[in-house]
Each structure stands twice: as C-alpha cells, then as structure tokens.
C-alpha cells in the first residue's frame, strides 16, 4: 500500500508562484514513477508531468511546459510540483500519484490540493 498527501494547494493571483509537496508513505515509492494531476471545475481529470523514479527524467502536458517543474526527494520521500507564472486556467485540483503496479498506470493517489489562481 501507498499513501499519498498532497499539500501546498491555495489563492495566488496571475504570475505568482506556488510549490505543491506530495507526502509519500507505505510502500518504498522511490521504486516507482510519480505523477502530477489535475481536474477542473467541469473538467475531466488532465496529465500535468511525471518524473521517474530515480528522478532524472521528466515529461510534461504541453499546456504546462515550461513552467511547471516536477522534482522528487527519496530519502525524504517527497514529490513536488513547483508552478511559476501561473495562470488563471491552472485553477483546479491537483492530485499526486504513483504508479505502482505498472510503469504506466497510476494506482495510487492522493485526495487533492486546491489550487486557485485569480486574474
């Protein structure tokens, strides 16, 4: 089992920057792939990035290319989302995820940080 706590979530405005933490425990999810997500209001459930396990390599949706980084800390267990120039389409919830049982399917996930951003 894996456990997975997303915090960091709130009410920027345009510009600003905010730096989502996803709290891993249970299982030793270093092994394993991590995703970032994210659902809008009305919106089906969108890939933001993923980062391997080891941590060197990185994928991201085009919509956030460049300005949302992915990194991870094993010994600390700690996955993160670091977004700059945000946007008022990045409002949603974001939701961490491992992906445990296979390399590409995310079985794990977290209950989601709010994230809002105002123009």
């Known amino acids: 089992q894996v456990q997975l706590v997303e915090s960091g979530g709130g009410l920027v405005q345009a510009g600003d920057s905010l730096r989502l933490s996803c709290a891993a425990s249970?299982?030793?999810?270093?092994?394993?792939?991590m995703g970032w997500f994210r659902q809008a209001p009305g919106k089906e459930r969108e890939f933001v990035g993923r980062i391997s396990s080891s941590g060197i390599s990185t994928r991201y949706s085009d919509s956030v290319k460049g300005r949302l980084t992915i990194s991870r800390d094993n010994a600390k267990k700690m996955v993160y989302l670091q977004m700059n120039s945000l946007k008022p389409e990045d409002t949603a919830i974001y939701y961490c995820a491992a992906a445990v049982t296979t390399s590409n399917a995310y079985d794990y996930w977290g209950q989601g940080t709010q994230v809002t951003v105002s123009s």
């Open positions: 249970g299982r030793t999810v270093s092994n394993y792939p």
